[in-house]
């Protein structure tokens, strides 16, 4: 199975990176690929074993799916790592530079959608994200 590696680098502190990337009142603000998408609804049980869903659908209702898996290893600002329900793993590093963090994710493509697709929709949320955390006070 082929993997991709993404990285961002965001102009925050580290506890505030986490805290954004992993509660859920923060995560429905930034998980979605496109602004005609949103994530209406998020959980996440951030233990090794603990589940994840986060709702991803279109703003307009159309379509819609959850994002679900399990989380293998949880090392606050450091390291997560979980499988997709499909078992594809990913793995997000955070990291700290000298003046901001590099967010680093890798996961395992699937076969339905390009890996360039899957590149640019991943790499959208993670800009979502970026905005998100900046533009926080």
Known sequence: MKSITLEIEIKADM?????YWTQPNHIIHWNFASEDWCCPSAENQMVPN???????EAKDGSVGFDFEGIYDQV??????TYRMLDNRAVTIKFLQLDDCI????????EDIHSAEHQR????SILENFK????SEK
Do not use: C, H, P
Not at 75 to 80: A, G, R, S, Y
């Open 15 to 19: 506890d505030r990176v986490w805290e």
């Open 50 to 56: 603990g589940k994840f869903s986060w709702r991803m």
């Open 75 to 80: 090392v606050t600002n450091k390291l997560i």
């Open 102 to 109: 590099l967010l680093q994710e890798t996961f395992e493509t």
């Open 120 to 123: 640019a929709g991943w790499q």
């Open 131 to 134: 905005k998100y955390v900046e």
